[in-house]
């Protein structure tokens, strides 16, 4: 793998090339090619649907997929998958159910969407929304049906009451899953393609602390990875017993090996970890190289050892904490000031480097989440070896928002 991007360099790069505007954000596309051969290796040949979440970048995306061993994009919502679709991808699974109907309507009134777009669905409530949205339309669709996956819950449950593992889908059993699926063979205009599993309390939970709580992860991670196996097999051996499935996917960055150990996997899903942001920094084995670079410019000399920066407050989604905030990477030895942390508008930073900061400099973050700092941009500058080679528009600069 190269080196990690020194920092201190990039800015004086940056200022050399004509890029002069903070905030910024700046992709290390060494890192993250590093990133994607890494998770091939991984995956030894299973392949890796890339999750757009953790990117919303085309170009970024495409990247990705040219690559040996990735192959098809794990969408978030509808309206994206179409967005996608519509801009060449051709193999799109929809990560989450959808209740868009007016995405639904332009879904089955497109046959090359119909064709490479896969909906995710886990109650029957969900059926019934997606051919009473789109039942005007079903003529004009031909024999085109609307592509559908179940998703199956793999949280972790070792005693009533007790669950641990994202709250997401309500089909846990064989059972609840067999009778899931043989109401969506029982509706003609609906087509039954695969299964999806997701074992967030293995691949998103960070188990690097040496502490009480890191240990119990750890204990947890690993009496939760035979549990994970064993119900996700039973789970497609019932769904293959009525159907063939043309995909079963399962994991996350945090989670390859485990994941495509199992028979049943025909795919695992990853995202982050060709970013590699900071809540990597708290897991055990997993280290992606920091591809993504948050430049933001000192503002204020407020008091002797404070700066103030603009910006700097792209808190991360999830549970509140220490962790959702934006690591201050370089220069070290900075940390936030406790009465503020990161503003959406100013953060004051201390420390012995706080006093080394002039106004106009700029101190580089990283965010604690792969995919949300494309949200707050409109591009991301592209750095190799020791050049800019250019500039990609995220999402947001494409004019496109989707959550």
């Known amino acids: 793998m190269p080196l990690p991007r020194d920092l201190r360099r990039l800015d004086a790069l940056l200022v050399r090339e004509g890029w002069c505007e903070r905030p910024m954000a700046v992709l290390d596309l060494d890192a993250f090619d590093a990133n994607a051969a890494d998770l091939a290796r991984r995956a030894g040949g299973t392949p890796v649907r890339v999750a757009s979440k953790s990117l919303r970048v085309r170009a970024l995306l495409e990247r990705a997929l040219a690559r040996p ?3 098809g994009i794990l969408a978030y919502t509808l309206p994206e998958a179409l967005w996608l679709v519509h801009h060449g991808a051709r193999d799109v699974v929809v990560a989450y159910p959808t209740a868009e109907r007016g995405a639904l ?3 089955a009134a497109d046959p090359a969407c119909l064709r490479a777009i896969t909906l995710m669905v886990d109650e029957i409530a969900q059926l019934d929304l997606l051919l009473e949205a789109t039942a005007d339309l079903a003529p004009r669709a031909g024999d085109l049906r609307l592509r ?6 793999v949280s972790y449950a070792p005693l009533p009451g007790v669950r641990l593992g994202a709250l997401r889908s309500p089909q846990r059993s064989p059972a609840q899953v067999t009778a899931l699926a043989q109401q969506v063979l029982s509706r003609p205009r609906l087509h039954l393609v695969g299964l999806m599993a997701y074992e967030g309390q293995i691949a998103g939970v960070g188990d ?5 709580r ?3 992860v750890r204990a947890m991670k690993r009496l939760s990875r035979a549990d994970v196996a064993a119900r996700r097999a039973e789970a497609v051996a019932a769904v293959q017993a009525l159907t063939a499935l043309e995909f079963v996917n399962g ?3 945090g989670s390859v090996e485990s994941t495509v150990a199992e028979e049943a996997v025909t795919e695992v899903a990853a995202g982050s970890g060709l970013i590699g942001p900071g809540l990597f920094d708290h897991y055990r084995g997993v280290r992606p190289r920091p591809a993504l670079h948050l430049g933001v410019s000192v503002v204020r000399r407020p008091a002797p050892g404070v700066a103030t920066l ?7 989604s999830g549970v509140p904490g220490a962790d959702r905030l934006p690591a201050l990477a370089h220069p070290p030895g900075l940390a936030y000031a406790p009465q503020e942390a990161a503003g959406e508008v100013q953060t004051p930073v201390r420390g012995r480097a706080a006093d080394e900061l002039r106004v106009g400099d700029t101190v580089w973050l990283r965010h604690a989440k792969a995919g949300e700092p494309a949200e707050h941009v409109n591009r991301y500058v592209l750095v190799q070896g020791e050049e800019v080679v250019g500039s990609v528009p995220t999402y947001r600069g494409e004019g496109a928002s989707f959550l």
């Open 69 to 71: 061993g990735f192959a």
């Open 148 to 153: 559908v996956a179940l998703e199956v819950d």
């Open 208 to 212: 690097a602390a040496r502490s009480p």
């Open 105 to 107: 309507r332009r879904l």
């Open 214 to 216: 890191g240990a119990a």
């Open 251 to 253: 994991g996350g960055t």
């Open 310 to 316: 603009l910006g700097g407050g792209w808190i991360a």
